[in-house]
């Protein structure tokens, strides 16, 4: 496919003008402004400049990709993200990302971004979730305790062109259909289902009122989820959500501390992913917990006054998180009966971060603050225990650590199912960006034909492709022993 005319020459794409940026910053600013006497356009005008949006960049230009003649490294892009992450924990996260495709892909989320800044741009910048692969959708219960699908990780989150966070997730839904040994037709099927379902849900969302966009949510465990998708796939859902709705503190408490010698409790040692911690880094995370009170609304600061610490260890999850602090709280309330386990996880400055705008300053100077805002504006249900603090210097965000959590298990769905759930993230992807954009005027651009999704499925398949070749350059580098990973776990 020849070069779009919107297609950047090996340089970073055309600055986006600031005006619609500036304003989506100062809304997520503690000195927010409003002008309520100021009159809002219709949703068909806010669609109609969406529209008129396309003779900048149109929608096939999306499905443009080749790597620069001039990029980076990529095990020298990666070796840069691993920069003041715990040392001894690095390895670990390089035989994390080498073991899959998928796992290369979640660890390298600044590889990708940097890749994103040099293809088209909408000129349409939305709160994005930065992250936003199949993995990061999962199940959480509500205040309400219903348990429903969302997105679920927000480290990445920033204010950018809407279509990166597309671009990931039909990325995402290529690479894991390839781990999942699916054929090229029903990949490409799933990735122009996921696309399709973000469009349609814009159409449906755009003439929507502002609040009701808030009150949508896919309950995963009620027999009348999303009628949407087909029996087997409510079924698995709601299996998942039964499994997620047993994981509560009470249970975790039984998994991940046991009872020492005097009847007390502690959390068990459970290397690597869990281990203990010396006295002084427990007495420094817990001599943060009053600075993450204050960060409540104050109507919870009372619910946390309740609880007392038991004990603190550290943790180590997922891919792209592996190396950076995390620490989780053991605590008691009313008596050990009723336990609360709090995650405290170090927030670090997102991979798309030297590609956008730059964030306020109070953003910037504490990504703790800057997840929590995210995933309160992206997240219609969010933790209400989620907050941020600082230990040490270093800005950390605070939230349960599994209650009511959980994941639909992608290699149980089978390929139907699979199709299913890619397209429901799509859905969800959508309202998420809603909440922050304007439906109208993304629903302008993506449009009502087919044309944006044959572009994206496109450009999944060409950055799978580069996705393995990516991984393939960790692999050769892990064998020569350039990088590092513990013993046994080599390619």
Not at 121 to 133: K, M, P
Not at 331 to 360: C, H, M, R
Not at 415 to 441: E, K, M, N, Q, T
Not at 481 to 491: D, E, F, I, K, N
Request: net charge positive; aromatic share 8%; proline share 6%.
């Amino acid at each position: 496919m020849p070069r779009p005319r919107s297609a950047p020459k090996d340089a970073a794409a055309p600055a986006t003008p600031f005006g619609p940026v500036r304003r989506i910053y100062s809304d997520l600013s503690a000195r927010s402004r409003y002008d309520f006497l100021a009159p809002i356009e219709s949703w068909e005008e806010r669609h109609e400049r969406g529209r008129k949006l396309r003779a900048a960049t149109s929608r096939r230009d999306h499905g443009w990709w080749k790597p620069a003649r001039d990029r980076p490294d990529v095990v020298a892009q990666i070796e840069r993200t691993n920069l003041g992450r715990i040392e001894q924990l690095v390895p670990i996260r390089m035989a994390r990302m080498a073991a899959s495709r998928f796992g290369f892909l979640r660890g390298s989320a600044a590889v990708m971004a940097a890749d994103l800044s040099r293809t088209p741009t909408s000129g349409i910048h939305v709160l994005i979730d930065g992250d936003a692969h199949l993995s990061n959708f999962g199940l959480f219960g509500t205040v309400e305790r219903d348990i429903v699908l969302d997105l679920n990780d927000f480290d990445e989150a920033t204010v950018g062109p809407f279509e990166w966070d597309l671009k990931r997730l039909a990325a995402s839904v290529e690479v894991a259909g390839r781990d999942l040994g699916l054929g090229k037709k029903l990949r490409r099927r799933a990735v122009r289902g996921t696309v399709a379902s973000y469009r349609h849900e814009l159409l449906r969302l755009e003439r929507m009122g502002a609040l009701d966009i808030w009150y949508l949510f896919l309950f995963a465990g009620r027999k009348n989820s999303d009628p949407r998708l087909d029996a087997a796939t409510r079924k698995i859902l709601r299996s998942a959500s039964l499994r997620a709705g047993e994981r509560n503190n009470a249970s975790l408490l039984d998994d991940i501390a046991e009872r020492r010698r005097d009847g007390g409790w502690r959390l068990r040692s459970l290397p690597p992913v869990q281990t203990r911690v010396p006295a002084a880094v427990r007495a420094r995370v817990i001599e943060s917990l009053p600075l993450y009170g204050e960060s409540l609304p104050r109507e919870r600061r009372y619910l946390l006054g309740r609880y007392h610490v038991v004990d603190v260890a550290r943790r180590v999850v997922g891919v792209g998180s592996v190396g950076t602090r995390d620490f989780i709280v053991l605590l008691f309330g009313n008596d050990e009966n009723d336990p609360l386990f709090l995650q405290i996880k170090e927030g670090t400055a997102p991979g798309a971060e030297p590609y956008v705008p730059p964030l306020p300053r109070e953003f910037r100077d504490h990504n703790g603050k800057r997840v929590v805002t995210a995933q309160r504006a992206l997240n219609g249900s969010p933790d209400i225990l989620l907050g941020w603090t600082r230990i040490d210097g270093r800005p950390f965000y605070v939230r349960q650590l599994r209650n009511l959590k959980g994941a639909v298990p992608l290699d149980e769905v089978g390929p139907a199912g699979f199709l299913d759930y890619a397209a429901a993230c799509g859905g969800i992807l959508a309202r998420a960006h809603a909440r922050s954009g304007d439906a109208a005027v993304l629903a302008g651009y993506c449009g009502a034909s087919d044309s944006f999704d044959r572009a994206l499925a496109r450009f999944a398949e060409r950055y799978a492709d580069q996705t393995e070749r990516d991984r393939e350059t960790l692999q050769r580098a892990i064998a020569s022993g350039q990088v590092r990973v513990p013993a046994g776990s080599g390619p």
